[in-house]
Nanobody
Framework: QVQLVESGGGLVQAGGSLRLSCAVS????????MGWFRQAPGKERECVAA????????YYADSAKGRFTISRDIAKNTMYLQMNSLNPEDTAVYYC??????????????????WGQGTQVTVSS
């Protein structure tokens, strides 16, 4: 099994920054894709950003480009989402997810196998 634990959510004012972390255990991740998803009330779950653990590919949703940065620390087995210039539309529960690498499948379209419990991000005006 792959276990994912998110942390770093909280309340931040518009224009502020927040850094989410996803600690991963249970597997060596060289052959995995991982992503950050969010779901706000009344909205569909969306992939915000994703990467292959090897670093060969990254993806950003249009809403995240220029503001969010996805990264991972191999030594710490941790994935991060640095979120800058936050606005109230970013308010959502953020989840990290992982899947075995599937060649030829775009990162946001993966059927991710493992999910964390989520962390709440609230951006106030």
């Amino acid at each position: 099994q792959v276990q994912l634990v998110e942390s770093g959510g909280g309340l931040v004012q518009a224009g502020g920054s927040l850094r989410l972390s996803c600690a991963v255990s249970g597997r060596t991740l060289n052959s995995y894709a991982m992503g950050w998803f969010r779901q706000a009330p009344g909205k569909e779950r969306e992939c915000v950003a994703a990467l292959t653990w090897r670093g060969t590919s990254t993806y950003y949703a249009d809403s995240a480009k220029g503001r969010f940065t996805i990264s991972r620390d191999i030594a710490k087995n941790t994935m991060y989402l640095q979120m800058n210039s936050l606005n109230p539309e970013d308010t959502a529960v953020y989840y990290c997810a992982a899947s075995r690498l599937r060649l030829g499948v775009s990162l946001p379209r993966y059927e991710y196998e493992y999910w964390g419990q989520g962390t709440q991000v609230t951006v106030s005006s």
